[in-house]
């Protein structure tokens, strides 16, 4: 009987047979320097290429017409990243299915890693900081609404406290604040050199790195848990109003108890929504304007108008998933729900449940299918790097291949995306739909009656900005295009600093902070324009 008679009527296993043959097959030496665990991979590996080859070799008609059907079938690729082998370090495999025979004992042979496991990937924001030779601060503090919040520092450079000028704190402060679904690790993680956080902290500032309500490092409140509905009823509206306000004022508070210099000569940097947060900030609660006494803004986010990202396909749904929520009440409405008119609510479809069901009506946590379909529809990206836009921000951000840094693409997926609400998504969504506008969330014509006094949102008044702003802007940008960020411009004729356009025509949304040439083409600048408010 032959080997594939044998597994055809239900004899020995393939596996068995392998064995079978490892055992009895021609045992070769060791090759010197490989241990016996190398030998004994070896010899599985060369045993299982020899059944391969027996099966091709003997497999009859009625075999490779089945096999060829299989092949037919298989309609994708699945991929196994980061699996961890016998020397700690990640690497990433494959398995093809239309691979006619898939042989078992791949992944136990220990292989050259192309990218060497980086510490970073599973530390938090402080324990980066103190590993590459910073001082590193954690504080906690409590917004109006009761939502607690995590705030890092660096207070010096990597001379240390001790050798810089003045001590601990003693240069001119700044505030750093993330973008959506990120959270302060993103200023880091580049490393020295590179990572704009420590850049800040060598050129002598006193670097404070925020974090918005319900990414990793502010998950809690005073009275309610992460799993409640009510803790996610918050968009980047709540995040200006509350959390930005309540983090200066600490900073401030914390430089006046140090007896540093407690000027009102704060630095705002923020990127993509930690710029739309300054901007509603600043024309919401207009005292802050003399807290700050400049924002530089890149990738700036607030007219919606002609974004590229695919966050563009949510912007039909955005109106009507707050209706499908309350149409379903097993999906935990929240609190953003209410009052949405029944008029709404007659034009719910089946096509709602979908996007509910993988973008979660709290927190944003969009599954693989949806992430695969804005993949498909919104990231130009080749077979070799669509793993690459699977991460939600670069799904919505985009990814430029020429700024593309491999070895760092394990240390931002361990840190992005950092969670944040659906509401918040929505809100841009929002923006997109009703011709960019740059507005307060539309709750239906019932509710902004009842919340606003009027059938549709209010917009934000850039009028009541007077803080000197800068704008930094690329070309590729998906969220943050040069025609929105002109139409900002013309609206803070009073204070604006500049238009400043990243001299890099690929340059994208993420490369602000981790593209290759990020220190160079945007760094050098931002560090010369903060010079002028010293």
Request: one cysteine or more; glycine letters at 8%.
């Amino acid at each position: 009987m032959t080997l594939v008679n044998s597994i055809g009527s239900g004899g020995p296993s393939a596996v068995v047979w392998l064995l079978l043959l490892c055992c009895l097959g021609n045992h070769q030496p060791a090759v010197a320097g490989e241990s016996i665990f190398d030998n004994i991979i070896n010899q599985l590996m060369s045993t299982a290429a020899t059944a391969q080859n027996y099966l091709d070799t003997t497999a009859g008609p009625q075999q490779k017409q089945q096999q060829s059907l299989v092949e037919e079938s298989s309609l994708y690729s699945v991929d196994i990243s980061s699996s961890f082998l016998g020397n700690g370090l990640p690497t990433v495999a494959s398995y093809d299915e239309n691979t006619p025979f898939w042989n078992p004992f791949t992944w136990l042979k220990p292989r050259a890693v192309s990218i060497p496991y980086n510490p970073d990937t599973d530390l938090t924001t402080p324990e980066i900081a103190v590993r590459h030779g910073y001082w590193a601060e954690s504080h906690t503090i409590k917004t109006a609404d009761g939502y607690l919040l995590t705030l890092h520092r660096i207070p010096c450079g990597r001379v240390g406290c001790a050798g810089s000028t003045g001590g601990k704190g003693a240069g001119q402060p700044v505030f750093l604040q993330h973008g959506l679904l990120s959270s302060s690790a993103d200023w880091l993680l580049s490393g020295p050199e590179k990572a704009l956080a420590f850049i800040l902290a060598d050129a002598g500032y006193d670097v404070w790195l925020g974090n918005a309500r319900g990414n990793t490092y502010s998950r809690k409140h005073v009275s309610m848990s992460s799993d409640e509905t009510a803790f996610w009823d918050f968009s980047w509206h709540e995040m200006a109003l509350y959390d930005i306000p309540a983090e200066i004022d600490f900073v401030y508070g914390m430089r006046e108890l140090e007896q540093n210099d407690t000027r009102r000569n704060l630095l705002y940097v923020g990127h993509s929504m930690g710029t739309t947060m300054a901007f509603v900030m600043l024309a919401s609660k207009p005292e802050y304007n003399d807290k700050i006494q400049a924002v530089f803004a890149m990738a700036p986010v607030a007219f919606m108008g002609h974004v590229k990202s695919p966050i563009r396909l949510l912007a039909p749904f955005s109106h009507d998933i707050e209706m499908a929520l309350n149409q379903f009440p097993t999906l935990h409405v929240p609190n953003w729900v209410d009052g949405v008119a029944t008029d709404i609510l007659k034009r719910w479809s089946l096509r709602l449940l979908m996007i509910l069901k993988f973008f979660g009506g709290n927190e944003f946590m969009p599954q693989n299918k949806i992430i695969r379909y804005l993949a498909k529809y919104g990231c130009e990206l080749t077979e070799a790097e669509k793993y690459i836009c699977e991460n939600t921000v670069f799904v919505l951000c985009g990814f430029d291949k020429e700024q593309y840094n491999a070895t760092l693409m394990p240390v931002i997926f361990g840190h992005t995306p950092a969670g944040t609400s659906t509401k918040t998504v929505v809100h841009y969504a929002q923006e997109i739909h009703d011709s960019g506008n740059f507005q307060q969330f539309d709750y239906g014509e019932t509710e902004n009656q009842r919340r606003y006094g009027q059938a549709l949102p209010p917009s934000y008044n850039l009028d009541q900005i007077t803080t000197p702003v800068a704008l930094f802007y690329a070309n590729n940008d998906w969220l943050a295009g040069p025609v929105d960020v002109a139409n900002l411009f013309n609206r803070l004729t009073k204070t604006s600093i500049g238009m400043f356009k990243v001299p890099n025509d690929n340059f994208n949304h993420v490369d602000f902070l981790w593209g290759n040439d990020a220190p160079e083409v945007v760094y050098k600048q931002l560090l010369m324009l903060m010079k002028r408010y010293k």
